[in-house]
Nanobody
Framework: QVHVVESGGGLVQAGGSLRLSCAAS????????MGWFRQAPGKEREFVGGITWRGGRTNYADSVKGRFTISRDNAKNTVYLQMNSLQPEDTAVYYCAADLLSNVIDDTGNDYEYWGQGTQVTVSS
């Protein structure tokens, strides 16, 4: 069983930065492809970005490209989402997810076996 926990959310002014962390326990974290998703009130869940376990390749949604950066520290079993130049439209609950089977970043959410409980990010204007 893999347990995924996000942290680091909070309230920030527009233009500010936050770094979210996602710690995964159980299994072999270094073999997990990790994804970040978000869901704003009244909206569908959307892909933010992801990082593969082999090669550390990343992929981002167009809406965050150039502002958000995903990295991982396998020694700490943690993946990070650095968010810069935050805007009110980035306000959402952010979720981390683990894909144990693939080295391809899935942007639908369907391939991730384990999800965290989410962390709230609120960006004020």
């Amino acid at each position: 069983q893999v347990h995924v926990v996000e942290s680091g959310g909070g309230l920030v002014q527009a233009g500010g930065s936050l770094r979210l962390s996602c710690a995964a326990s159980g299994g072999t974290f270094s073999r997990y492809t990790m994804g970040w998703f978000r869901q704003a009130p009244g909206k569908e869940r959307e892909f933010v970005g992801g990082i593969t376990w082999r090669g550390g390749r990343t992929n981002y949604a167009d809406s965050v490209k150039g502002r958000f950066t995903i990295s991982r520290d396998n020694a700490k079993n943690t993946v990070y989402l650095q968010m810069n130049s935050l805007q009110p439209e980035d306000t959402a609950v952010y979720y981390c997810a683990a894909d144990l089977l693939s080295n391809v970043i899935d942007d639908t959410g369907n391939d991730y076996e384990y999800w965290g409980q989410g962390t709230q990010v609120t960006v004020s204007s």
